[in-house]
Nanobody
Framework: QVQLVESGGGLVQAGGSLRLSCAASGRTFSTNCMGWFRQAPGKEREFVAAISRWGATTYSTESMKGRFTISRDNAKNTVYLQMHSLIPEDTAVYYC????????????????WGQGTQVTVSS
């Protein structure tokens, strides 16, 4: 099992940037694919980005490519989501998740979840 704690959310103006962090403990961090998901009010949770165990491969939703970048530091047991050019539609609770696989994007493969961090983008 992996315990995940997100941080870095907050209120930002449109066009601004935020970097989310997710600190992990428990199961060896490098054995997990890590992912970010988000859930906007009244909407289903959606995939944002994922990164393979050692960071060699990343995958992100097409609409977020170029604006969002996922990275990880296995020495710090932390995964990051750098977000640029934020728009009001990015407003959501952002969740970090871990999957004991090399690289997956399907939500059902992620077995451990953080509590989420709120990101609010004002227009």
């Amino acid at each position: 099992q992996v315990q995940l704690v997100e941080s870095g959310g907050g209120l930002v103006q449109a066009g601004g940037s935020l970097r989310l962090s997710c600190a992990a403990s428990g199961r060896t961090f490098s054995t997990n694919c890590m992912g970010w998901f988000r859930q906007a009010p009244g909407k289903e949770r959606e995939f944002v980005a994922a990164i393979s165990r050692w960071g060699a491969t990343t995958y992100s939703t097409e609409s977020m490519k170029g604006r969002f970048t996922i990275s990880r530091d296995n020495a710090k047991n932390t995964v990051y989501l750098q977000m640029h050019s934020l728009i009001p539609e990015d407003t959501a609770v952002y969740y970090c998740a871990a999957a004991p696989r090399t690289l997956v994007t399907k939500e059902s493969f992620f077995t451990d979840w953080g509590q989420g961090t709120q990101v609010t983008v004002s227009s």
